[in-house]
């Protein structure tokens, strides 16, 4: 089954403790990307990365970490977590850059205390 | 960061009726996204448009990408209680970035 899954769903912790969300997709897609939810703010993309080796910010880069060493995984790295980074993490993927067909994948929910 | 405006926020309409959602931007976007989401899940994607002045159907669902390339609507017609969620507009940069940035989003609840 095509799909996105990310690891942890849900996860518990404390201030300034690293913390890696996995990231991983079965679609060879080029494009992966991760974005934030928060109640009234929609989605926003941390970071996105065109293909292996290739990362760029989004529009709230500030305090996260990725990269993409393999294709099919793009882990979200937070060195040192604080409670403004509490929310809902998606990562997404696509065939390509240019391509409108994101996949989501079903979420991680942080809370950071 | 870059927001889209989306109208409205959310929205009370009963079973049958039809429901009209808008996004706007002070930048031109390349292309149009239109999501819903689903309570504890990912976005999935409705409709997508390439074309200022293009007009997508995909069911009940009607979407429009503006000429002036800043703004779209979409459309649901005959609503029914499925509808229900949040719907998202999304639209990827055009500045040579592939950035996305999306809409804050419209909550719909159907009344049966």
């Known amino acids: 089954e095509a799909q996105v899954t990310q690891n942890p769903r849900y996860l518990i912790t404390v201030t300034g403790k690293k913390l890696t969300v996995t990231c991983s997709q079965n679609m060879n897609h080029e494009y992966m990307s991760w974005y934030r939810q928060d109640p009234g703010l929609g989605l926003r993309q941390i970071y996105y990365s065109m293909n292996v080796e290739v990362t760029d910010k989004g529009d709230v880069p500030e305090g996260y970490k990725v990269s993409r060493k393999e294709k099919r995984n793009f882990p979200l790295i937070l060195e040192s977590p604080s409670p403004n980074q509490t929310s809902l993490y998606f990562c997404?993927?696509?065939?390509?850059?240019?391509?409108?067909?994101?996949?989501f994948g079903p979420g991680t929910r942080l809370t950071v205390t | 960061g870059q927001q889209l405006n989306q109208s409205p926020q959310s929205m009370f309409i009963q079973e049958g009726e039809d429901v009209s959602m808008n996004c706007t931007s002070s930048?031109?976007?390349?292309?149009w996204l239109w999501y819903k989401q689903d309570p504890g899940e990912g976005p999935v994607l409705l409709i997508a448009l390439y074309k200022a002045g293009e007009l997508t159907s995909n069911g009940r669902l009607t979407a429009q990408f503006g000429i002036t390339r800043k703004d779209s609507f979409l459309n649901i017609s005959a609503s029914i209680p499925s509808d229900v969620g949040i719907y998202f507009c999304?639209?990827?940069?055009?500045?040579?970035?592939?950035?996305?940035?999306f809409g804050t989003g419209t909550r719909l609840k159907v009344l049966a």
């Open positions: 997404a993927s696509s065939l390509t850059g240019f391509s409108y067909e994101q996949y």
């Open positions: 930048s031109i976007f390349n292309t």
């Open positions: 999304a639209g990827q940069t055009t500045s040579g970035t592939y950035k996305y940035i």
